[in-house]
Structures are given as structure tokens and as C-alpha cells.
């Protein structure tokens, strides 16, 4: 496991908390501040992708999760939140077509 530098793991870990409280827009404001000290931590990627996710900027978080797999292809939460989003938009997309 890598090691974060201080101030770049204390952005992400505010953005956690905040995403805990439902506080997406402010996570994504403390997940953008890590990544702009670390712009290869994979975490925070992820923890953006997901307050994305959780403020249906689904292809926002889409775009996120590809970065987060380029910078590690293996990285099975970003795999798993995409296959989600996906589905999410076939739902979405067939509960349109039926109206």
C-alpha cells in the first residue's frame, strides 16, 4: 500500500467524512484538493466517483472510475461502480422508452 503524503491524505479523508454525512458536493471539492497534490491517487478518484454517483452525475463518475482504472487497470471498486452505472443507465434508458 503506497503512502500518502500528509496534507493529500488529509484532503481525502475530509472528503470520506463528508460523503459519510450525504455532503457530496463538498466531497468532491476535498477529493478534486488531494488530487490536485496527488493526481495518481487512485482513492481519490474513487471516493469523487462516487459522490458523483451519489449526485446522479453519473457520466461525471463514469469519466472518474476510467481514470482510476488507467492509472491502476485492476482496481476492482472502479470495475464494480462502473458495471452499476451501466445498469443504472440501461434501467433509466428502457423506463424511457416504455413512457
Same mark, same amino acid.
Do not use: C
Given at each position: 500500500? $503506497?503512502?500518502?503524503?500528509?496534507?493529500? !491524505?488529509? +484532503? #481525502?479523508? /475530509?472528503?470520506?467524512?463528508? =460523503?459519510?454525512?450525504?455532503?457530496y !458536493?463538498?466531497?468532491? !471539492?476535498?477529493?478534486?484538493? &488531494?488530487? =490536485?497534490? @496527488?493526481p495518481?491517487?487512485?482513492?481519490a +478518484?474513487?471516493? /469523487? %466517483?462516487?459522490?458523483? /454517483?451519489?449526485?446522479? !452525475?453519473?457520466? $461525471?463518475?463514469?469519466?472518474? #472510475? @476510467?481514470?482510476?482504472?488507467?492509472? @491502476?487497470? @485492476?482496481? =476492482?471498486? &472502479?470495475k $464494480?461502480?462502473?458495471?452499476?452505472? *451501466? &445498469?443504472?443507465?440501461?434501467?433509466?434508458a428502457? *423506463?424511457? %422508452?416504455? %413512457?
Amino acid at each position: 500500500m $503506497k503512502i500518502k503524503p500528509k496534507e493529500t !491524505e488529509l +484532503w #481525502y479523508r /475530509k472528503g470520506v467524512n463528508l =460523503e459519510k454525512l450525504g455532503k457530496y !458536493e463538498e466531497a468532491v !471539492e476535498s477529493f478534486n484538493k &488531494a488530487l =490536485e497534490l @496527488d493526481p495518481n491517487d487512485v482513492d481519490a +478518484w474513487m471516493g /469523487k %466517483g462516487v459522490s458523483l /454517483k451519489n449526485l446522479k !452525475e453519473y457520466q $461525471k463518475a463514469l469519466e472518474v #472510475y @476510467d481514470k482510476a482504472l488507467e492509472l @491502476d487497470p @485492476d482496481f =476492482e471498486p &472502479a470495475k $464494480k461502480e462502473r458495471e452499476e452505472i *451501466s &445498469a443504472l443507465n440501461q434501467s433509466h434508458a428502457q *423506463s424511457e %422508452g416504455r %413512457g
